[in-house]
């Protein structure tokens, strides 16, 4: 990390990996869940509807190539000597067979221009076989595993109908720290039921995971989920942060978390027609830019609280 900035930026880690701009593509791999067809669960987990986090370029009826192909036609408009990572995002993109999980990984690495992958799965959804597969593969390409973790609170997963313990998730990041694959996590702030010390608790049990990258999420009430129907019945149990709030509450979690973790991003942004609450009116930028302008106000930054 540089010593100047105030945290580990993610695109400051991509400049160290690559000497080209590279741009993440999301695919929609006709992928399901174990959470949805009956095997862990069904109906997923309570705040999910997969719409949220599923470009316009992004459809299941379309083939993995013409994604891509999508993708890139709108990305190099503007940068045309751009590169690309294959973002199997929606749903869980390592539930499946294995030969069909690694046909439709290849026919992403074999279009121009793709330079890795990036696999966003359960931590109970990566068996060894495919771990190996993904092992051999980051020999020759850039490949990111990354982790629906949530919490890291068994009471939370419970609640949330995760389907899977804590326990599961450090030892699928372990698994595959192991193997020398960039390992990332995802984590939702403010989830019904934990207290901001319980939230910023997460922070400390993931530094001492070998994680590589996080992505945390405000949580975010969307339309037709069992969660906006628990909100709507009960929201004591709910604290939805506004933008000032969430603020101080991200500075305060990175000042815990340990300095060589990758931040990749503080906040999601779902659609406006499917968002209940909150609104904050602001792009990912503008809020990047927000916490960028207070850590500066606090003098702080990541790591600062890390205790080894």
């Known amino acids: 990390m540089k010593k100047t900035k105030r945290y580990y930026e993610f695109g400051d880690f991509l400049r160290d990996l690559f000497k080209f701009k590279v741009q ?65 995002q929606a749903y869980t993109n390592t539930y499946d067979r294995l030969d069909s999980l690694i046909l439709k990984y290849e026919e992403a690495l074999a279009y121009p221009g793709v330079e890795g992958l990036i696999v966003g799965t359960r931590p109970d959804c990566m068996p060894e076989g495919l771990l190996d597969y993904f092992a051999e593969l980051s020999q020759r390409k850039f490949v990111m595993i990354e982790y629906g973790l949530e919490s890291t609170l068994d009471k939370t997963l419970v609640r949330i109908n995760r389907g899977h313990t ?16 960039y390992t990332g996590a995802h984590l939702i702030l403010g989830l019904p039921g934990e207290s901001r010390d319980e939230t910023l608790h997460h922070a400390d049990v993931l530094s001492r995971l070998p994680i590589t990258t996080l992505k945390l999420h405000q949580l975010q009430l969307i339309k037709n989920t069992r969660m906006a129907k628990e909100f709507k ?66 003098d702080t930054r990541q790591g600062r609280l890390f205790q080894v």
């Open 24 to 88: 993440k593509i999301s695919i929609n791999a006709g992928f399901t869940c174990p959470n949805r067809d009956g095997s862990k669960g069904w109906g997923g987990c309570t705040y999910c509807n997969n719409q949220t986090f599923s470009p316009e370029y992004c459809h299941t009826e379309k083939s993995v190539t013409e994604q891509l192909e999508e993708g890139v036609r709108f990305f190099s408009r503007k940068y045309p000597d751009m590169r690309y990572l294959a973002y199997f």
């Open 166 to 181: 804590h326990e599961e998730s450090e030892s699928a990041i372990r698994r595959t720290a192991a193997k020398g694959i």
């Open 233 to 298: 019945e009960d929201p004591s149990d709910f604290h939805l942060y506004t933008a000032d709030e969430y603020i101080e509450l991200v500075i305060d979690f990175i000042e815990r978390l340990n300095p060589s973790i990758v931040v990749e991003r503080f906040v999601s942004q779902s659609p406006k027609e499917l968002l209940i609450a909150p609104d904050w009116g602001l792009k990912n930028f503008e809020f990047t830019a927000k916490v960028n302008k207070r850590i500066e106000e606090r």
